[in-house]
């Protein structure tokens, strides 16, 4: 089970602020959900077709930057549904 003191340091980071009743519910719900995520780290994924993310999760790679293809049509389509427009921006009525 989670402690108290672990329990008051998550709070803090979260910036809660957490009563005694409050501290002792925290610490059975978060004990509850790192008890589950225990229980999926056990479970037989030999079988699967593709590995779950988070079992292949590694830490500092991100995906490649690209470009993707613009969608003038898509753009177009939008601009044409608006009456009012200038150029290539839409007119709204001012909501402040």
């Known amino acids: 089970m989670i402690s108290k003191e672990e329990v008051k340091h998550i709070a803090k980071l979260a910036r809660l602020e957490l009563k ?8 059975k719900e978060l004990s509850a959900i790192l008890d589950y ?14 590995q779950p993310s988070f079992a292949k999760a ?16 898509l753009a177009e389509k ?5 009456p009012d ?5 839409i ?6």
């Open 20 to 27: 005694e009743g409050e501290l002792e519910k925290m610490q």
């Open 37 to 50: 995520f225990d229980l999926l780290k056990k479970a037989n994924t030999s079988k699967l077709k593709r």
């Open 58 to 73: 590694t830490e500092g790679q991100a995906r490649k930057d690209e470009i993707a293809a613009k969608n003038h049509s």
């Open 78 to 82: 939008i601009m044409n549904a608006f």
């Open 85 to 89: 427009r200038k150029d290539d921006y």
């Open 91 to 96: 007119k709204v009525k001012a909501i402040l």
